[in-house]
């Protein structure tokens, strides 16, 4: 059984930073690509970044390139988002996904996801 918890998530100025974590347990972890997703009242989920099973590949939204940085450490089985120079419109709750495949491809969606953080930034 696939299970994966978020961390890290809070109240944060515009302009700051925040690093969240998912753990994730079940199955072999660095077979799979991993990815970040967001969802703000009202508005569809988004996604936000991926990384392939290896770590080599990364990819992210329109939204986020060069504020945001997707990272995996296969030996504690663990996804990280770096979050830089947040903007109040960052503000959602962001969830963790896994994926069923080695690489990201856009057409396809997560087979798994955390019960997600919130991250809130103040203007």
């Known amino acids: 059984q696939v299970q994966l918890v978020e961390s890290g998530g809070g109240l944060v100025q515009a302009g700051g930073s925040l690093r969240l974590s998912c753990a994730a347990s079940?199955?072999?972890?660095?077979?799979?690509?991993m990815g970040w997703f967001r969802q703000a009242p009202g508005k569809e989920r988004e996604f936000v970044g991926a990384?392939?099973?290896?770590?080599?590949?990364?990819y992210y939204g329109d939204s986020v390139k060069g504020r945001f940085t997707i990272s995996r450490d296969n030996a504690k089985n663990t996804v990280y988002l770096q979050m830089n120079s947040l903007k109040f419109e960052d503000t959602a709750v962001y969830y963790c996904?896994?994926?069923?495949?080695?690489?990201?491809?856009?057409?396809?969606?997560?087979?798994?996801w955390g019960q997600g953080t919130q991250v809130t930034v103040s203007s």
């Open positions: 079940g199955g072999t972890f660095s077979a799979y690509a």
């Open positions: 996904a896994r994926f069923l495949t080695m690489d990201y491809h856009s057409g396809y969606g997560p087979a798994y």
């Open positions: 990384v392939s099973g290896s770590g080599g590949n990364t």
